[in-house]
Protein backbone atom coordinates (compact mmCIF):
# COMPACT_ATOMS: atom_id res chain seq x y z
CA UNK A 1 0.00 0.00 0.00
CA UNK A 2 1.19 3.39 -1.10
CA UNK A 3 1.89 6.12 1.76
CA UNK A 4 -0.64 8.85 2.18
CA UNK A 5 1.30 11.86 0.49
CA UNK A 6 1.95 9.00 -3.00
CA UNK A 7 -1.72 8.36 -3.08
CA UNK A 8 -2.97 11.77 -2.98
CA UNK A 9 -0.42 13.45 -5.80
CA UNK A 10 -0.98 10.32 -7.87
CA UNK A 11 -2.77 11.21 -11.44
CA UNK A 12 -2.92 14.77 -9.49
CA UNK A 13 -1.14 17.19 -11.60
CA UNK A 14 -4.19 19.17 -13.74
CA UNK A 15 -5.95 19.81 -10.40
CA UNK A 16 -3.21 20.47 -8.52
CA UNK A 17 -2.68 23.35 -10.10
CA UNK A 18 -6.80 24.60 -9.80
CA UNK A 19 -5.94 24.23 -5.86
CA UNK A 20 -6.56 27.72 -4.28
CA UNK A 21 -3.35 27.21 -2.51
CA UNK A 22 -1.52 27.37 -5.75
CA UNK A 23 -2.21 31.19 -6.37
CA UNK A 24 0.60 33.07 -4.38
CA UNK A 25 3.28 31.73 -6.54
CA UNK A 26 4.32 34.96 -7.93
CA UNK A 27 4.36 37.39 -4.36
CA UNK A 28 6.39 33.92 -3.06
CA UNK A 29 9.05 34.51 -5.42
CA UNK A 30 9.28 37.96 -5.19
CA UNK A 31 10.15 37.37 -1.94
CA UNK A 32 13.09 34.62 -3.05
CA UNK A 33 14.55 37.30 -4.91
CA UNK A 34 14.59 39.80 -2.79
CA UNK A 35 15.98 37.30 0.06
CA UNK A 36 19.08 36.29 -2.60
CA UNK A 37 19.74 40.11 -3.38
CA UNK A 38 18.49 39.25 -7.31
CA UNK A 39 21.64 37.29 -7.76
CA UNK A 40 21.11 35.16 -10.96
CA UNK A 41 24.44 33.55 -10.30
CA UNK A 42 23.21 31.34 -7.63
CA UNK A 43 22.15 27.46 -8.09
CA UNK A 44 18.15 27.11 -6.40
CA UNK A 45 17.23 23.53 -5.28
CA UNK A 46 13.28 23.45 -4.66
CA UNK A 47 12.78 20.49 -3.00
CA UNK A 48 8.96 18.76 -3.60
CA UNK A 49 8.59 21.12 -6.50
CA UNK A 50 5.28 19.18 -7.77
CA UNK A 51 4.23 20.88 -11.02
CA UNK A 52 6.78 23.19 -10.73
CA UNK A 53 5.02 26.96 -10.05
CA UNK A 54 8.38 27.85 -8.24
CA UNK A 55 10.89 26.48 -10.36
CA UNK A 56 9.11 27.62 -13.78
CA UNK A 57 8.85 31.09 -12.15
CA UNK A 58 12.18 31.74 -11.18
CA UNK A 59 13.98 30.32 -14.26
CA UNK A 60 11.32 32.87 -16.12
CA UNK A 61 13.37 35.30 -14.28
CA UNK A 62 16.89 33.81 -15.06
CA UNK A 63 17.98 31.43 -12.45
CA UNK A 64 19.04 28.04 -12.36
CA UNK A 65 16.93 25.78 -10.61
CA UNK A 66 16.16 22.00 -10.04
CA UNK A 67 13.28 20.83 -9.24
CA UNK A 68 12.76 17.62 -7.27
CA UNK A 69 9.96 15.35 -6.38
CA UNK A 70 8.34 12.21 -5.75
CA UNK A 71 5.05 12.32 -8.28
CA UNK A 72 5.48 11.36 -11.46
CA UNK A 73 2.02 13.17 -12.43
CA UNK A 74 3.21 16.32 -10.72
CA UNK A 75 6.95 16.24 -12.37
CA UNK A 76 5.08 15.29 -15.55
CA UNK A 77 2.76 18.41 -15.25
CA UNK A 78 5.64 20.57 -14.67
CA UNK A 79 7.65 19.55 -17.62
CA UNK A 80 4.42 20.22 -20.16
CA UNK A 81 4.36 23.59 -18.69
CA UNK A 82 8.45 24.05 -18.98
CA UNK A 83 7.91 23.12 -22.69
CA UNK A 84 4.81 25.43 -23.38
CA UNK A 85 6.94 28.15 -22.28
CA UNK A 86 10.29 26.97 -23.85
CA UNK A 87 12.15 25.91 -20.86
CA UNK A 88 14.87 23.28 -20.31
CA UNK A 89 14.62 22.56 -16.25
CA UNK A 90 16.32 19.86 -15.13
CA UNK A 91 13.54 18.15 -13.00
CA UNK A 92 14.08 14.75 -11.35
CA UNK A 93 12.55 11.93 -9.91
CA UNK A 94 13.69 11.72 -6.83
CA UNK A 95 12.60 10.99 -2.96
CA UNK A 96 13.91 13.77 -0.73
CA UNK A 97 14.83 11.84 2.40
CA UNK A 98 17.73 10.17 -0.41
CA UNK A 99 18.63 12.75 -1.68
CA UNK A 100 22.50 12.90 -2.57
CA UNK A 101 23.37 16.47 -3.29
CA UNK A 102 26.44 17.88 -1.45
CA UNK A 103 27.60 21.75 -1.64
CA UNK A 104 25.84 22.29 -4.98
CA UNK A 105 23.41 24.90 -4.64
CA UNK A 106 23.55 28.46 -3.07
CA UNK A 107 19.92 28.28 -1.99
CA UNK A 108 17.51 25.88 -1.64
CA UNK A 109 13.41 26.16 -1.20
CA UNK A 110 10.68 23.95 0.04
CA UNK A 111 7.70 25.57 0.07
CA UNK A 112 3.65 24.81 0.79
CA UNK A 113 4.63 20.97 2.50
CA UNK A 114 7.14 19.91 -0.24
CA UNK A 115 7.96 16.70 1.04
CA UNK A 116 8.56 18.34 4.78
CA UNK A 117 6.58 17.68 6.87
CA UNK A 118 4.44 14.94 5.14
CA UNK A 119 6.29 11.79 6.55
CA UNK A 120 5.55 9.13 8.74
CA UNK A 121 8.04 9.69 11.07
CA UNK A 122 10.03 12.65 12.60
CA UNK A 123 13.19 10.50 11.78
CA UNK A 124 11.99 10.84 7.82
CA UNK A 125 10.99 14.29 8.22
CA UNK A 126 14.73 14.71 9.61
CA UNK A 127 16.61 13.30 7.46
CA UNK A 128 14.74 15.78 4.57
CA UNK A 129 16.23 18.59 6.50
CA UNK A 130 19.02 17.09 6.68
CA UNK A 131 19.81 16.50 2.62
CA UNK A 132 18.52 19.93 2.42
CA UNK A 133 21.72 21.35 4.30
CA UNK A 134 23.87 18.96 2.57
CA UNK A 135 23.10 20.28 -0.67
CA UNK A 136 24.15 23.81 0.53
CA UNK A 137 27.02 25.38 -0.03
CA UNK A 138 28.26 27.61 2.81
CA UNK A 139 27.26 30.33 2.48
CA UNK A 140 23.84 29.31 1.85
CA UNK A 141 19.99 29.34 2.79
CA UNK A 142 16.86 27.54 3.37
CA UNK A 143 13.75 28.70 2.54
CA UNK A 144 10.94 26.65 3.73
CA UNK A 145 7.29 26.41 4.56
CA UNK A 146 5.64 23.95 7.49
CA UNK A 147 2.46 23.76 9.62
CA UNK A 148 2.13 25.62 12.29
CA UNK A 149 2.10 23.94 15.51
CA UNK A 150 0.55 26.80 17.50
CA UNK A 151 -2.35 26.90 14.85
CA UNK A 152 -4.10 23.60 15.86
CA UNK A 153 -4.21 24.78 19.36
CA UNK A 154 -6.84 27.41 19.07
CA UNK A 155 -8.46 26.37 15.83
CA UNK A 156 -9.86 23.37 13.97
CA UNK A 157 -7.66 22.66 11.20
CA UNK A 158 -10.98 21.23 9.15
CA UNK A 159 -12.76 24.28 9.12
CA UNK A 160 -10.31 26.45 7.97
CA UNK A 161 -9.16 24.13 4.99
CA UNK A 162 -12.88 23.80 4.35
CA UNK A 163 -13.45 27.46 4.43
CA UNK A 164 -10.09 28.65 2.83
CA UNK A 165 -10.77 25.93 -0.18
CA UNK A 166 -12.55 27.04 -3.56
CA UNK A 167 -14.88 24.76 -5.07
CA UNK A 168 -13.19 21.93 -6.72
CA UNK A 169 -10.51 21.70 -3.79
CA UNK A 170 -9.19 18.99 -2.01
CA UNK A 171 -11.59 18.98 1.36
CA UNK A 172 -11.31 17.31 4.67
CA UNK A 173 -14.03 15.08 6.06
CA UNK A 174 -12.00 14.32 9.05
CA UNK A 175 -9.39 15.72 11.65
CA UNK A 176 -8.14 14.74 14.71
CA UNK A 177 -5.31 16.48 15.77
CA UNK A 178 -2.95 14.11 18.50
CA UNK A 179 -1.45 16.46 21.25
CA UNK A 180 1.02 13.80 22.04
CA UNK A 181 2.77 13.95 18.64
CA UNK A 182 1.70 17.05 17.49
CA UNK A 183 -0.20 15.18 14.06
CA UNK A 184 -2.98 15.75 12.58
CA UNK A 185 -5.11 12.53 11.45
CA UNK A 186 -7.56 13.86 8.79
CA UNK A 187 -9.39 12.10 6.11
CA UNK A 188 -9.39 14.41 2.74
CA UNK A 189 -11.63 13.87 -0.27
CA UNK A 190 -9.63 14.57 -3.30
CA UNK A 191 -11.20 14.28 -7.30
CA UNK A 192 -8.38 13.53 -9.34
CA UNK A 193 -7.39 14.59 -12.92
CA UNK A 194 -9.59 11.95 -14.17
CA UNK A 195 -12.65 12.53 -12.33
CA UNK A 196 -12.38 10.07 -9.83
CA UNK A 197 -13.28 10.52 -6.24
CA UNK A 198 -11.17 8.74 -3.01
CA UNK A 199 -10.77 9.78 0.12
CA UNK A 200 -7.17 9.50 1.73
CA UNK A 201 -6.32 9.00 5.33
CA UNK A 202 -3.68 11.62 5.93
CA UNK A 203 -1.14 11.86 8.86
CA UNK A 204 0.54 15.35 8.75
CA UNK A 205 3.23 16.42 11.57
CA UNK A 206 2.82 20.81 12.95
CA UNK A 207 6.11 21.60 14.33
CA UNK A 208 6.46 24.41 17.07
CA UNK A 209 8.91 27.25 16.22
CA UNK A 210 11.52 25.68 19.09
CA UNK A 211 11.35 22.56 17.66
CA UNK A 212 12.34 23.92 14.47
CA UNK A 213 15.22 26.45 15.39
CA UNK A 214 16.69 23.24 17.60
CA UNK A 215 16.50 20.63 14.70
CA UNK A 216 17.94 23.12 12.31
CA UNK A 217 20.68 24.12 14.89
CA UNK A 218 21.95 20.78 14.78
CA UNK A 219 22.39 20.32 11.34
CA UNK A 220 24.86 23.96 11.31
CA UNK A 221 22.36 26.61 10.73
CA UNK A 222 23.51 29.75 12.44
CA UNK A 223 20.66 32.04 11.70
CA UNK A 224 17.18 31.06 12.17
CA UNK A 225 14.22 33.27 11.56
CA UNK A 226 10.78 32.54 11.44
CA UNK A 227 7.35 34.17 10.36
CA UNK A 228 4.12 33.51 9.94
CA UNK A 229 3.72 32.52 6.02
CA UNK A 230 1.01 34.40 4.02
CA UNK A 231 -0.08 33.33 1.11
CA UNK A 232 1.77 35.02 -1.50
CA UNK A 233 2.59 37.73 0.65
CA UNK A 234 6.21 36.50 2.40
CA UNK A 235 7.39 39.07 4.51
CA UNK A 236 10.05 39.24 7.30
CA UNK A 237 7.51 42.09 9.07
CA UNK A 238 4.33 39.29 9.61
CA UNK A 239 5.29 37.91 13.39
CA UNK A 240 4.22 34.31 13.97
CA UNK A 241 1.12 34.17 15.87
CA UNK A 242 -1.38 31.10 16.47
CA UNK A 243 -3.19 32.61 13.81
CA UNK A 244 -1.16 31.34 11.21
CA UNK A 245 -1.33 28.00 9.58
CA UNK A 246 1.96 27.74 8.37
CA UNK A 247 5.02 29.27 8.80
CA UNK A 248 7.79 30.78 6.86
CA UNK A 249 11.42 29.65 8.13
CA UNK A 250 14.38 31.51 6.93
CA UNK A 251 17.92 29.27 7.85
CA UNK A 252 21.09 30.50 6.59
CA UNK A 253 24.60 28.59 6.85
Request: hydrophobic share 35%.
Amino acid sequence: MKPWYEELFENYGLKYDQESFTEGTIGECDFIEREIGYDKSIRILDIGCGTGRHSIELTRRGYRVTGIDLSDSQLNRAREKAAELGQQIDFRLLDARELDFSEEFELVIMLCEGAFPLMETDEMNYRILQNAARALRTPGKFIFTTLNGLFPLFHSVKEFCNESSSAGDMLYKESKFDLMTFRDLDVMIVEDDNGNRKEIECNERYYVPPEITWLLHTLGFGKIDIYGAELGNFSRERQLTPDDFEMLVIAEL
